[in-house]
């Protein structure tokens, strides 16, 4: 009779819950405060910076396309757009108050270098005392002083009544001011100009569209074509916000309804294109900025955690002796660096943020940043800490119980 050999017991595989992993990572953590903070500070710092860059970029392109849509919904340029000697000028006598009756036409003004003469006498200035200088002489309407949104650092502009009557007054720019060594300008001041005297009502502080006035004479329209004439005159428009493309179609119909290809209008194109380009670069700049910063902290979490698998060689090499197997191994060192990415992205989302909140209430800007960001720090901590991980990680798979126990 023969005898049965024994079945030899069938050894089940090792096998690690995900919550024994989990619970692992926390007690290492715990067990290694201080190395944790700092291995997860890199992380923190990194998502900080970028969330706080990319919110940052959002709320300032805001600001930037504001002011590049007012600048583009508020100013018309109508010129002459015949070549040569005209008999008629190129605008009617009554040219503004015909564009101030379009809707959404704030205010329009007519613009024209003074035509002197004689070149050697062109833009001549002299006052008694003072050295003679040479500066550009313009005869401006009152619509366009407002138009052009000028304004006096001292004394005041000159009225449609002083224009219709031809009087000798005068806008000064700051240059010619300061080179001229005028002193106050409140209606004592003289200047000749071509030699007629003119009495200086006013300093010109700022001037919103026509820059070349800080440099420059102004004196009223009437008066400049009554005594020299106005050469290649324009029209400067100022619209309501979104109503320039409009003003643009209707201006030379308005002027001239006889002969409206006479008259050539200019609407700024639209900023749309050099607008996205400023966001781009801005926003490329700073997420570079947090993608470098970013990496050093991966990088830090890679070393921090190479350092941890060997100083626990012998502690794994004792796993895998008692049956733990290489992914168990690998397994626990990914959870235990995506961990620390994780937290470390959760709070750097959240100090960004705050960042940029703080940043827009002392600046008075409207905030913009996305909630999402929210949700994207804590993940993009996960995924950079899992891959820092994933090297040590592989080196702890890689250790076998015998070569751990030589050392």
Do not use: C
Not at 124 to 133: D, F, V, Y
């Amino acid at each position: 009779m023969s005898r049965s050999t024994p079945t030899p017991p069938r050894l089940e595989p090792s096998r690690l819950r995900p919550t024994h992993l989990l619970l692992e990572a926390a007690l290492d953590i715990q067990r290694r405060p201080g190395r944790a903070t700092l291995t997860g500070l890199g992380t923190l710092l990194g998502i900080w910076v970028l969330v706080a860059a990319y919110g940052m970029a959002q709320t300032v392109e805001a600001q930037i396309g504001d002011r590049f849509d007012l600048l583009e919904a508020t100013q018309v340029t109508v010129t002459d757009a015949a070549s040569g000697e005209q008999a008629t000028p190129p605008f009617p006598r009554d040219a503004e108050d015909r564009l101030e009756r379009l809707n959404g036409v704030v205010a329009a003004g007519v613009i024209g270098e003074v035509a002197f003469a004689s070149p050697a006498e062109l833009r001549a200035l002299w006052i008694p005392g003072a050295p003679e200088a040479s500066y550009p002489v313009f005869g401006a309407s009152a619509g366009f002083l407002e138009a052009a949104d000028l304004t006096v650092e001292r004394g005041r502009t000159f009225t449609e009544e002083e224009e219709g009557r031809r009087e000798l007054v005068a806008l000064i720019g700051l240059a010619p001011k300061a080179d001229l060594q005028l002193g106050a300008t409140d209606g004592r001041a003289t200047v000749w100009i071509d030699g007629v005297p003119f009495t200086v009502i006013g300093t010109i502080a700022d001037v919103g569209r026509r820059a070349d006035l800080l440099t420059a004479v102004v004196i009223p329209l009437r008066t400049a074509e009554a005594l020299w004439g106005i050469g290649s005159p324009e029209i400067l428009v100022e619209t309501a916000p979104g109503a320039a493309q409009l003003i643009g179609q209707q201006a030379a119909a308005a002027l001239r309804p006889e002969d409206p290809e006479r008259l050539r209008v200019a609407v700024p194109p639209s900023p749309d294109s050099l607008r996205r380009q400023v966001e781009g670069d801005l926003r490329s700049l700073v997420l570079g900025l947090g993608a470098v910063i970013l990496g050093v902290g991966a990088i830090q979490i890679a070393n921090a955690t190479l350092v941890s698998v060997l100083h626990r060689v012998h502690e794994i090499g004792l796993r895998r002796a008692v049956g733990a197997r290489a992914f168990h191994v690998a397994a626990q060192f990914l959870v235990q660096s995506g961990a620390l990415g994780f937290v470390g992205g959760a709070v750097g989302a959240q100090a960004g943020l705050l960042s940029v909140a703080l940043v827009a209430a002392v600046r008075r800007w409207t905030l913009v940043a996305d909630p999402w960001l929210l949700l994207v720090g804590p993940l993009l901590g996960l995924a950079v800490g899992t891959l820092a991980g994933a090297y040590p990680a592989w080196r702890a798979a890689g250790i076998q119980p015998v070569d751990a126990l030589r050392r």
